[in-house]
């Protein structure tokens, strides 16, 4: 039968993506073989693998939302039994990850609510809606909790705030999937090819050396392969010749291989050559030092081979009559004539590397030393414009499998790794903002259940022992907790020092009353001594000071101040060392501004240091940032690994839907995102309220006192679009149901009898405008509660 055009098969009111969907019209009127086969043998679980695969872990926006218009279309053909099978299979497997897929999830979101507006009626809502107002139950808790203790940490956007983005320790894939901004610029050819790849798949490009990337090189006689350690999303490719030599280069060929190898030594084999795929060309001029490529569209390269194809001839060479090259030894430079390669003069093998000294009997013209590599010709350094790209590559046997497995333990460990790292910084501004705004008192009502031992120890004091003053304590416990690693070492020092001192001092107090003028005046003079060096050089200049230099300046005998006399010896060590620290704490303070060179190279290489460390906000930053590349690399190997398994077990959805549906309630994870928990509960909220509208009979028996406690609830962290939402379902409850009514009705009272809540009175006046059943007592409730202002 001919095919009707597209314009005259429409009716009046059709929209084209249905018939698109439903087939092209045949004279007879019947849809075309193709989607008859397609609506014929297209069954639940083929959609639910469908709706999983492109609608909910779709790679881009664009892509879910397609797939969610064919979804809808598709499930439009089923029967009443099947659309009831589909719906709950979704509610209990996929709706279970909304919340660690976060603003990723809105199409799916939104597809299920239009399954509830459409096939409501046909839909058994009484199981679905408490798996439904449960996850709604257990994401506002996490919401409210979560946000509402850390608002003013993770809501801060700017660099000069202690917050930020580096704050928030979620796992969402919405999240780890976003690129942040770097502060290097980039070039517009880097931006360019940057719109091949998803911003998820490929960091931002950048230029870097090939060395800094490469996990092992091995070389052939003309060629250099090298292993790199991550995947790249290759650009441009530069190279440069230093002190260029004998053959002259003039075109290097590029290749690559977009999957990673074990052993670098498998690059070079035979069995690898047909993998390698030639993406471009570096020409180098004659006695040009530098040369670049830019590829017209980025490759994925895990391995890169250099090629060196043709050579320029030395203007001054000159040629043997059978046509070859003269070869001249490397070390005396003569010519060499032995078939072998063996200079008469010298003695050196000129075919010789002169680096490892291997011989290459197979290639005696080879440009590389297969060993290690070394050229005689120059050095060639290669920098790559090229942006990390994810390690996750399909599996293809059970090697590749085991790789996979590998790979996701490692990132699992690094990302743990980070994610503890960066919680540690955000503890600390934590505190810090804490301290700042007068939140870091603790409640110690408490206190007053415990005995005195338990309470001392609870407020960091030390245990009552003797020689324990009471005055010291508060000093001691401030000096406690602002002492650090660094500092105890030289407290104790310190302590030390003083003990010291003090037994010194008693002596010389018993030397001046037993042993007169003589002895009384050496013991003063030491007493003196030692408290003159403590005021000016602190306790340090008492550290260095021997015992046998004292107990003999105690045992001298004679009086004299003499140079001789160890005593004086002591003292003037003691004031030599408090001139030194006194001088080198004057060059310290006056930085590159003193007269000296060696203060001046000091006070830079302060500064240099103080640069080369990262700001806090910096810091955190970079833990965040590799953190969610860390995630990103997670996910996407998981993906891969889901996909191996579900293939090995021939089953498109990976789990068998139960029959008749079991809810699970707790089954549901919580997004604790700060960017995306808010839209998480708007969307599970927008469900179940469509679920109340499209059948209360069913779903009233999930309506709770917790339940109504969190539609009432609205902090300041909550976004308007979702407290509107909230007084919907409020109104939608109590103007439908009897039982939701008396139990809103009941928490209304309370609210206004104790704290006048004006989230309370907003609702209740917009009730008393209603026609329901119950009205008259909300009406009633609203006369007492104007009774009393």
């Excluded at 931006?191 to 996990?215: C, H, M």
């Excluded at 301290?435 to 005995?451: C, I, P």
């Excluded at 690693?485 to 010194?504: D, I, K, V």
Aim: net charge positive; proline share 3%; glycine share 8%.
């Amino acid at each position: 039968n001919p095919v009707k055009p597209l314009d005259e098969t429409m009716h009046h009111g059709e929209d084209e993506d249905d018939l698109l969907v439903g087939g092209y019209q045949t004279q007879s009127n019947r849809p075309s073989d193709p989607e008859q086969c397609l609506l014929k043998y297209f069954t639940v679980d083929d959609l639910l693998a469908f709706i999983k695969q492109f609608v909910l872990h779709g790679r881009s926006k664009d892509l879910r939302s397609i797939s969610s218009n064919v979804a809808r279309k598709l499930a439009s053909q089923f029967s009443s039994i099947d659309k009831n099978r589909l719906f709950a299979c979704l509610i209990d497997g996929p709706f279970q990850e909304v919340g660690t897929l976060g603003h990723a999830s809105n199409i799916f979101s939104d597809l299920l609510r239009y399954f509830v507006e459409s096939f409501g009626t046909e839909l058994d809502l009484s199981n679905v809606s408490l798996c439904i107002a449960s996850s709604l139950v257990n994401q506002a808790t996490t919401l409210n909790h979560y946000l509402g203790q850390n608002q003013e940490l993770l809501g801060s956007k700017h660099e000069s705030d202690a917050g930020g983005l580096g704050c928030d320790l979620s796992n969402c894939v919405h999240c780890h999937k976003q690129v942040l901004p770097k502060k290097a610029t980039k070039s517009k050819e880097a931006d360019a090819g940057t719109l091949n790849f998803l911003p998820e798949q490929v960091r931002p490009y950048q230029k870097g050396r090939l060395e800094a990337s490469t996990a092992a090189s091995v070389s052939s006689a003309f060629s250099t392969y090298n292993q790199l350690k991550f995947r790249v999303a290759l650009s441009q490719v530069h190279v440069t010749v230093s002190d260029p030599r004998g053959r002259l280069v003039k075109t290097i060929g590029v290749y690559f291989s977009s999957r990673q190898v074990g052993d670098a030594s498998i690059l070079k084999s035979a069995k690898y050559t047909h993998l390698w795929q030639r993406c471009g060309t570096l020409s180098l001029p004659r006695g040009a030092s530098e040369a670049s490529c830019k590829l017209k569209t980025p490759v994925i390269a895990a391995n890169l081979k250099f090629t060196y194809e043709e050579f320029y001839e030395k203007a001054s060479s000159k040629r043997a009559p059978d046509g070859s090259f003269i070869l001249y030894c490397p070390r005396c430079t003569r010519q060499v004539h032995n078939a072998h390669g063996v200079c008469g003069n010298c003695g050196e093998v000129a075919f010789q590397c002169r680096k490892c000294r291997h011989i290459n009997y197979d290639r005696l013209d080879a440009f590389l030393c297969v060993e290690c590599g070394y050229c005689t010709a120059g050095g060639f350094s290669y920098e790559l414009t090229a942006g990390i790209a994810l390690n996750a590559i399909a599996i293809l046997d059970e090697d590749g499998f085991q790789k996979s497995m590998a790979m996701l333990r490692i990132a699992n460990k690094r990302q743990a790794d980070l994610r503890n790292s960066l919680k540690k910084k955000v503890m600390v501004v934590l505190q810090q903002q804490r301290k700042l705004q007068g939140d870091h008192m603790e409640n110690l009502d408490e206190m007053v259940l415990y005995g005195p031992h338990l309470k001392r120890a609870f407020l960091g004091g030390m245990p009552k022992s003797e020689g324990f003053d009471e005055d010291e304590e508060p000093n001691r416990k401030s000096a406690g907790s602002s002492r650090t690693r660094g500092l105890s070492s030289s407290l104790e020092r310190a302590s030390a020092t003083s003990s010291r001192t003090r037994s010194l001092l008693s002596l010389a107090r018993s030397l001046r009353a037993e042993g007169g003028d003589s002895l009384g005046s050496r013991g003063d003079f030491l007493r003196q001594a030692l408290l003159s060096a403590g005021t000016s050089s602190g306790p340090s200049g008492f550290d260095s000071l021997e015992d046998s230099d004292i107990l003999n300046a105690l045992s001298a005998s004679g009086a004299s101040a003499s140079g001789s006399d160890p005593l004086s010896r002591i003292v003037a060590n003691i004031h030599a060392r408090a001139r030194d620290e006194g001088r080198s704490a004057r060059t310290g303070a006056s930085g590159s501004g003193g007269s000296g060179g060696g203060g001046r190279s000091g006070s830079s290489a302060s500064r240099k240091d103080d640069k080369s460390k990262l700001s806090p906000f910096e810091e955190r930053h970079r833990l965040y940032t590799q953190m969610r590349e860390a995630e990103r690399e997670c996910y996407e190997l998981n993906r891969r690994i889901d996909a191996w398994n579900r293939l090995n077990k021939d089953c498109l959805l990976g789990f068998i839907p139960p029959t008749p549906f079991v809810a699970k309630p707790f089954a549901f994870m919580p997004s604790t995102c700060s960017v995306c928990s808010m839209q998480v509960t708007y969307q599970i909220l927008s469900l179940l309220h469509a679920v109340y509208t499209a059948n209360i009979l069913q779903s009233e028996h999930t309506v709770t006192r917790d339940l109504i406690k969190i539609l009432l609830k609205e902090s300041e962290c909550l976004t308007p679009r979702l407290k509107d939402l909230k007084r919907q379902v409020i109104v939608t409850l109590a103007s439908t149901s009897e039982v939701a009514s008396k139990m809103i009705l009941a928490e209304l009272r309370l609210r206004l009898d104790a704290v006048q809540d004006v989230t309370s009175a907003e609702i209740l006046g917009k009730l008393v405008q209603l026609d329901f059943p119950s009205v008259q007592e909300y009406i009633e409730l609203a006369m007492v509660t104007l009774t009393r202002l």
